[in-house]
Every structure is written in C-alpha cells, then in structure tokens.
C-alpha cells in the first residue's frame, strides 16, 4: 500500500513502512549516515541520519534510516535544529575517532573543522554495529557482538578471546568502514590470512583463509548470493509497483 509523504517540500508516494532515509534517497535528497547498509535491517546507531518529522502539527527529531513512512507525515532534513543535532554528533564522533579517515572525511562535508569534546583517545571502531549485524544476519554465527556498557561499550568476541565459531568469511572486514576488522597477510603463513580486530587475532580458519579452495567457505559464498539476490529481488518487486 502507498502513502504520501512530504519532503523538504517534495511529494513523493512509497511503500508503507519505507525507511524515511530511502524515501530521501528516491528524491535525491542526501542524508548522512555511518551505521547504514541497504542489506542489513535498520539500526540508528551512529543518530547521524537525523531528520525532524512533523506529525499531528508536533515536531520531532527521529532517525531517519529506521522511522518508516507514514501518510500525511512532514519530513524535514535540513532545518536549524536536525544541523545543530547532527553537528554535535560528529563532534562527538571525532573526539572518540580523531584520526579515522572516514570520519575526517565526513566531518569535513559536514562542515564540522574542530570538536568541543575532550578527546577520549585514538579509537578506531565507532561502534556503528555493522560487522556485528553482518555477522548475525547474514553470516548467522554470531562470532562477534557489543560487549560493555556506556563509555565502556565495545565490539568483541565473548570474552574477549579467539571465537571458536568465526569461520573467517571477511564479511566483517568488508562491511567495516574504519577498517578496525581487517584481513592481513600471516607471517608465519605465506599465502595465509588472519582477521585482526584491535590487537585481537582471530585465527580460527582451518584452510588459513584460502577461501578460493574451500568448500565450507564455497558454501557460505552461496547462502551469502542467495540472501542478496532474494533482496534485490523485493527491491525491484518494490519499484515496479511503485511505477504503477
């Protein structure tokens, strides 16, 4: 069923329960965002994707990637009170992660030169939740997860040690986008690769990563391809009943 929404004044008609941020994204219209990905369900965590929504003549800031589309709903992305909201956000962003590209990157089109927090450190991870949620719903081991609370909260593997249900798929590494999980060569190993989160190892592969000639790995590749075309499928199912 469609509704009928407005954006910074555009009228656009989508599919009930469509994420604000693609309804945005239809019209072109940009919203920033860290913690989103078109294959994994909607998580808000990075706040960056921000907008305010006008509903019942009362507004509100939401985020946009997990607040569905409504009829009638007012959506707003770039009003005084959304840049001040997402402002602060990246201020926060780059004194936990002063020295990640990606967030230099970002700040810097933001417009974002310099931040009024006390810098905690020289993070890497953002805690955006992607290789956690990739592992989860795409992989399906659960290897990795948020470990901690407040300040304290963390990416790692229980306990803090090498998982005995990685299957070292790189999906992680792949999805990451400070690349704190990344894949590096094995010294001991020529030809061998390990995944490195932080200064933990994760070197549980049996094949050493030689994922070309894994049958196990060959198998993951394949329920990976069929999760992302069944998707592309509702996506192009979605337009063409849109178009109608």
């Known amino acids: 069923m469609l509704v009928t929404l407005t954006i910074n004044g555009q009228i656009i008609h989508v599919e009930r329960e469509?994420?604000?941020?693609?309804?945005a994204k239809k019209l072109g219209i940009p919203i920033p965002t860290l913690c989103h990905h078109e294959a994994?369900?909607?998580?808000?965590?990075?706040?960056?994707?921000?907008?305010?929504v006008v509903k019942n003549k009362w507004p509100k800031l939401v985020t946009s990637?997990?607040?569905?589309?409504?009829?009638?709903?007012?959506?707003?992305?770039?009003?005084?009170?959304?840049?001040?909201?997402?402002?602060?956000?990246?201020?926060l962003l780059l004194a936990r992660c002063p020295h990640v590209p990606a967030i230099q990157q970002l700040a810097q089109k933001m417009g974002v030169k310099t931040s009024q927090f006390k810098k905690k450190g020289d993070e890497q991870c953002i805690l955006c939740g992607l290789c956690v949620r990739v592992c989860d719903e795409i992989?399906?081991?659960r290897a990795i997860g948020f470990v901690g609370r407040g300040t304290e909260r963390e990416m790692n593997t229980p306990f803090g040690i090498e998982s005995d249900t990685c299957i070292g798929c790189g999906a992680c590494t792949y999805i990451c986008p400070t690349?704190?999980?990344?894949?590096?060569?094995?010294?001991?190993?020529p030809g061998g690769r390990s995944l490195n989160k932080g200064e933990l190892t994760l070197d549980s592969c049996p094949n050493s990563y030689v994922c070309e000639n894994c049958d196990r790995e060959q198998q993951f590749l394949l329920e990976t391809m069929q999760v992302i075309e069944k998707f592309r499928r509702e996506n192009?199912?979605?337009?063409?009943?849109?178009?109608?």
Do not use: H, W
């Open 179 to 189: 690349s704190y999980i990344e894949m590096v060569e094995r010294p001991d190993a």
């Open 236 to 244: 192009e199912k979605r337009r063409s009943e849109q178009k109608v």
């Open 40 to 52: 994994l369900k909607p998580y808000g965590s990075c706040r960056l994707c921000t907008v305010e």
């Open 65 to 91: 990637c997990n607040y569905p589309a409504e009829d009638g709903l007012e959506v707003k992305t770039d009003t005084d009170r959304v840049k001040r909201t997402r402002k602060m956000v990246m201020e």
């Open 18 to 23: 469509t994420p604000i941020f693609e309804a």
């Open 139 to 141: 992989v399906g081991v």
